[in-house]
Every structure is written in C-alpha cells, then in structure tokens.
C-alpha cells in the first residue's frame, strides 16, 4: 500500500514523466485552497529532490498569490492506466517570473510556449504513495493545442495587458506580483 520516502526514486521519476497530467496544490493561511490541474509538457525532475514547471497564462493566478505568503506546496499525480498508483509531492515552492535570473536559468528545460509567465521550483521534502486502487481507467487521447495557438494568435503584447487585466490578484484578492 502506501509509502512515505525522503526522495523521489528512480522508478518514481519514470513514472512522473510518463504522466501527460498533474495536480498543483496551494493555499494561503486564509481564503481558498487551490487544486490546478496541469499538463503540456511542463514539469521537470531535476534531481532526486527538486521539481521546476512551468506555469502558462490561465484566467487565475492562484499559485503565485498563495506562494508569495505561504510556500507549501503538493503536487500530485495519478496513475489512470496501468498498475494503480497515487503520487503526492510535497514540498516548498518558490516562483520566478521571466524578470527574475532563475526564471532564465530554468526557462530551457521546457519547449517554447507563449504565454509562460512564471517557473515554480519545488524543494521536495516528503514524498508519498498510496494505492489508487479507486482511481478509473482512462485513455490518454492527445494534448489540447488551443492554449498554446490562442497566446500565439494573440502575442506578447495581448498577454501583457491580459496578465494586468486577470493575473494581478487572486480571487482572494490577493497579489501575485507578476508584473513586478
């Protein structure tokens, strides 16, 4: 059944990859919890106890306004074929936008993809597996293009005013900070 181990293993960090879809987890000490669900290709192993992704232009903010006050952080990932398994990550998180000198340095583990607003590197402290045992089947058909095609219709001059316009606060109110 379920493990608790210090680091991510190499068996772990295969299965990590081969997930096209993961889960992001984050709150403040006050106001909404936040669960994101994921995927394009954006979540790198780095090492047995560091994970980085790359978080794209979405219609909220949450992660970057919950981190700035409270850096916990999960994220997890399950298993929707093959042998059942459940895997949470949990850790500290920082976030880095295009600005920052870390948001450079991480920027090249990734594809190119308009609209990437921030790089949030995970220190993991903790990670868990359990048994999935209740999590259905399902079939990986394809990525979604549309966020990628929408932001390249629109270009950088679109998401800037669109990152004033939606990704300035939470729905808490809360600052993100992603335009410095």
């Not at 772990?12 to 106001?31: D, K, M, N, Y």
């Not at 995927?39 to 919950?66: C, F, Q, Y």
């Not at 993991?124 to 259905?136: K, R, Y």
Request: charged content about 25%; overall charge negative.
């Amino acid at each position: 059944m379920g493990k608790k181990l210090d680091q991510i293993t190499p068996a772990l960090r295969e299965f990590i990859e081969a997930q096209p879809i993961f889960f992001v987890g984050t709150a403040r000490s006050e106001g909404r919890v936040n669960v994101s669900p994921k995927g394009m290709d954006s979540l790198r192993v780095l090492g047995p106890n560091k994970v980085i992704w790359l978080n794209l232009t979405g219609s909220g903010n949450e992660t970057a306004a919950h981190l700035l006050e409270n850096n916990r952080m999960t994220i997890m990932f399950c298993a929707f074929e093959g042998k059942p398994l459940i895997l949470r990550l949990y850790g500290k998180a920082k976030i880095y936008h295009p600005r920052d000198r870390e948001y450079q340095e991480f920027i090249n583990h990734f594809p190119p993809l308009m609209g990437s607003r921030q790089i949030i590197e995970m220190d993991v402290d903790l990670v868990q597996t359990s048994c999935g045992m209740a999590v259905p089947f399902m079939d990986f058909k394809e990525e979604r293009d549309q966020l990628k095609t929408h932001w390249e219709k629109q270009g950088q001059d679109r998401i800037d005013q669109y990152w004033e316009e939606k990704n300035t606060q939470s729905i808490d109110g809360f600052e993100t900070e992603i335009l410095g």
